[in-house]
């Protein structure tokens, strides 16, 4: 298995981040020659995939470029939004009116107007807790401007793609250090700095967009913003393959990644905190146990369980756990879930988070810690 995949992606000329893949950063997403890899060995064309923990979308679009249908799920809406930009074909005319709001905002740097910034400061409108800490006011003010300008655009498709294209230079015109460090640092970012990165951005988006709008087919993808625990409106034995990697328990706090970024767009990033299973915010700022994670687990796979088909296979990306020094083994409490449900383990494949392809912060990782492909059949 671990062999196959790695000559699919010798194959792509060793690239992981192909067409729409890096419309966005994300953390710890995998690659998606893994979801790539089981998609075109269990299933064919016009088949049903189930993605319960969507991320940024990566299943769905090898779904898309494979003539497979699917199904994604995530508590996060930025998830949810870069997912549906990602794999939304657009239409010439919808890529035309991009470049036209790209050239309107290039005129708007050209002119470098001296009032700019004093004219549009009424347009800062959003307003949340330690704004004027992570933002300058300049920077504060170009974010405004961009983002009431995608909100006049008439068309649903052409304002998911601008908004993620806003979303993804939120943290890099902050004063925030890094995407995994929550840390203020003083960037002093120059009048007009941002609606250039948003421009650079935006042309390399476009021309990604266009290429996978070639490229993929016209399947059929529904993506919503909810909890995987229960998903009633998926009729039962309805799919024919899941391919998912749950949180690693107490590694990562995915509300934390991306709060500037669903701040701007209007997200309440509480009510993401609250509901995101295995955070380190539950397991190490709350001090809650293992259990409380198993539990949500159990529920999500006991959903998977359900709608997956007799005799189709639910593969599970997950990796090792520690909570306050005791080391949890993820492919031991995944089994036994799974057992619990009837579904068997067939195969499986494991790897130290040390020489995993994904990139975790490293204090995370430790030499007990694997990554584990696990594949299950119903």
Known sequence: MKKDIERLKVENNGKTNYLTHNFHT???????????????????????????????????????????NGIGIDSNPIATLV?????????????????????????????????????????????????????????QIEISFLKISIKKINN????VFLNVCLSSIIVEVSNQESDTRYASKNKDIQNFKTLE??????????????????????????????SSESVP???????????????YANTYDYYLYHKSRMNWLDYDFKSVQQVEIGSRDKHSSKKLEIDNFLTSLDRCFGEV???LKK???????????????????????????????????VDSSSTNLKET??????????????????????
Request: net charge positive; aromatic share 12%; hydrophobic share 35%.
């Open 357 to 378: 392809t994904r990139m975790f912060n490293p204090k995370f990782t430790n030499s007990l810690k694997s990554e584990h492909i696990l594949i299950f059949k119903k």
């Open 311 to 345: 005799g189709k296979y639910a593969v599970i990306v997950i990796g090792d756990s520690v909570i306050r020094g005791e080391f949890y083994n993820a492919m031991d409490f995944t089994e036994r879930i799974f057992n619990k449900y009837n579904l068997k383990l």
């Open 26 to 68: 994300y953390p710890a997403k995998y690659i998606p020659q893994i979801p790539r890899y089981f998609i075109e060995k269990y299933t064919n064309e016009g088949d049903w995939i189930y993605e319960p923990f969507l991320g940024c979308g990566t299943t769905l679009v090898e779904c898309k470029l494979l003539n497979r």
């Open 156 to 159: 649903d498709s052409v304002q």
């Open 233 to 247: 409106f998926i009729k039962n034995e309805s799919i024919d393959l899941v391919v998912t990697s749950p949180p």
């Open 197 to 226: 990165v948003f421009v650079k951005k935006c042309k390399m988006m476009i021309d990604r967009i266009s290429q996978y709008s070639e490229l993929s087919s016209d399947s059929t993808v529904k993506i919503y913003t909810q």
């Open 305 to 307: 369980c359900r709608v």
């Open 83 to 139: 997912s549906n930009s990602k794999t939304r074909n657009l239409s010439s005319k919808e890529i035309i009116v991009i470049q036209n709001f790209i050239e309107e905002i290039e005129s708007v740097i050209s002119k470098r107007d001296k009032k700019f910034h004093t004219i549009h400061s009424s347009l800062n409108v959003t307003e949340f807790d330690n704004k004027d800490h992570w933002f300058q006011e300049n920077v």
